[in-house]
Nanobody
Protein backbone atom coordinates (compact mmCIF):
# COMPACT_ATOMS: atom_id res chain seq x y z
CA UNK A 1 0.00 0.00 0.00
CA UNK A 2 0.94 3.66 -0.20
CA UNK A 3 3.62 4.73 2.25
CA UNK A 4 4.42 7.96 4.05
CA UNK A 5 7.94 9.32 3.94
CA UNK A 6 9.35 11.68 6.55
CA UNK A 7 12.32 13.95 6.02
CA UNK A 8 14.05 16.91 7.62
CA UNK A 9 15.43 15.32 10.76
CA UNK A 10 19.01 15.66 11.85
CA UNK A 11 21.32 17.06 14.47
CA UNK A 12 20.49 20.29 16.23
CA UNK A 13 21.51 22.29 19.27
CA UNK A 14 19.35 23.75 21.98
CA UNK A 15 17.37 26.68 20.60
CA UNK A 16 17.65 25.61 16.97
CA UNK A 17 14.74 25.05 14.60
CA UNK A 18 13.92 22.17 12.30
CA UNK A 19 11.10 21.49 9.89
CA UNK A 20 10.01 17.94 9.30
CA UNK A 21 8.09 16.96 6.19
CA UNK A 22 5.77 14.06 5.51
CA UNK A 23 4.51 13.12 2.08
CA UNK A 24 2.78 10.17 0.49
CA UNK A 25 4.95 8.02 -1.71
CA UNK A 26 2.35 8.32 -4.44
CA UNK A 27 1.35 11.85 -5.34
CA UNK A 28 -2.22 10.96 -6.22
CA UNK A 29 -3.08 10.52 -2.53
CA UNK A 30 -4.20 13.37 -0.34
CA UNK A 31 -3.49 13.64 3.36
CA UNK A 32 -6.41 14.25 5.69
CA UNK A 33 -6.25 13.79 9.47
CA UNK A 34 -2.71 13.14 10.62
CA UNK A 35 -0.49 12.96 13.64
CA UNK A 36 3.16 13.27 14.48
CA UNK A 37 4.49 10.73 16.97
CA UNK A 38 7.80 10.62 18.77
CA UNK A 39 9.71 7.77 20.31
CA UNK A 40 12.31 9.14 22.67
CA UNK A 41 15.17 6.95 23.91
CA UNK A 42 13.87 4.41 26.39
CA UNK A 43 10.23 5.46 26.04
CA UNK A 44 7.20 4.26 24.10
CA UNK A 45 6.07 5.98 20.94
CA UNK A 46 3.84 8.90 21.91
CA UNK A 47 1.58 11.26 19.99
CA UNK A 48 2.90 14.82 20.13
CA UNK A 49 0.90 16.76 17.54
CA UNK A 50 -2.18 16.35 15.37
CA UNK A 51 -3.67 18.15 12.42
CA UNK A 52 -7.28 17.55 11.49
CA UNK A 53 -9.01 17.88 8.15
CA UNK A 54 -11.02 20.77 9.59
CA UNK A 55 -7.83 22.74 10.11
CA UNK A 56 -7.78 22.29 13.85
CA UNK A 57 -4.75 21.01 15.67
CA UNK A 58 -3.70 19.53 18.99
CA UNK A 59 -0.36 19.50 20.80
CA UNK A 60 0.88 17.88 23.95
CA UNK A 61 1.88 20.30 26.68
CA UNK A 62 5.59 19.76 26.23
CA UNK A 63 5.58 21.18 22.69
CA UNK A 64 2.83 23.80 22.87
CA UNK A 65 4.03 27.16 21.65
CA UNK A 66 7.10 25.64 20.02
CA UNK A 67 5.79 23.11 17.47
CA UNK A 68 3.38 23.84 14.64
CA UNK A 69 1.71 21.38 12.29
CA UNK A 70 0.70 22.57 8.84
CA UNK A 71 -0.37 21.22 5.49
CA UNK A 72 0.14 22.35 1.91
CA UNK A 73 -2.92 23.72 0.17
CA UNK A 74 -3.03 20.69 -2.13
CA UNK A 75 -2.85 18.35 0.91
CA UNK A 76 0.10 16.47 -0.53
CA UNK A 77 2.60 17.34 2.19
CA UNK A 78 2.38 18.03 5.91
CA UNK A 79 4.99 19.64 8.12
CA UNK A 80 6.09 19.85 11.70
CA UNK A 81 7.84 23.14 12.38
CA UNK A 82 9.91 22.81 15.54
CA UNK A 83 11.40 25.86 17.20
CA UNK A 84 13.38 26.48 20.36
CA UNK A 85 14.44 22.85 20.39
CA UNK A 86 15.28 21.19 23.67
CA UNK A 87 17.16 17.98 24.46
CA UNK A 88 13.83 16.47 25.50
CA UNK A 89 12.68 16.75 21.87
CA UNK A 90 15.18 14.09 20.85
CA UNK A 91 13.69 10.99 19.31
CA UNK A 92 12.46 9.35 16.15
CA UNK A 93 9.51 11.23 14.68
CA UNK A 94 6.87 9.29 12.79
CA UNK A 95 4.12 10.54 10.54
CA UNK A 96 0.75 8.78 10.65
CA UNK A 97 -2.07 9.85 8.38
CA UNK A 98 -5.35 8.98 6.77
CA UNK A 99 -4.96 9.13 3.01
CA UNK A 100 -7.62 9.44 0.35
CA UNK A 101 -7.79 8.77 -3.35
CA UNK A 102 -10.88 8.21 -5.49
CA UNK A 103 -13.03 7.90 -2.35
CA UNK A 104 -10.85 5.10 -0.99
CA UNK A 105 -9.24 5.54 2.40
CA UNK A 106 -5.99 4.25 3.82
CA UNK A 107 -4.03 4.69 7.01
CA UNK A 108 -0.26 4.69 6.78
CA UNK A 109 2.85 5.18 8.89
CA UNK A 110 6.20 6.49 7.84
CA UNK A 111 9.46 4.85 8.82
CA UNK A 112 10.51 7.81 10.94
CA UNK A 113 13.19 10.45 10.92
CA UNK A 114 15.71 10.96 13.71
CA UNK A 115 15.91 14.26 15.55
CA UNK A 116 18.77 14.71 17.97
CA UNK A 117 19.08 17.85 20.09
CA UNK A 118 22.28 18.30 22.02
CA UNK A 119 22.82 20.61 24.95
Amino acid sequence: QVQLVESGGGLAHVGDSLRLSCAASESRFRINDMGWHRQAPGTPRTLVAQLFSTGGSHYVDSVKGRFTVSRDHDKKTVYLEMTNLKPEDTGVYYCNANLEYDNRWYNSWGRGTQVTVSS
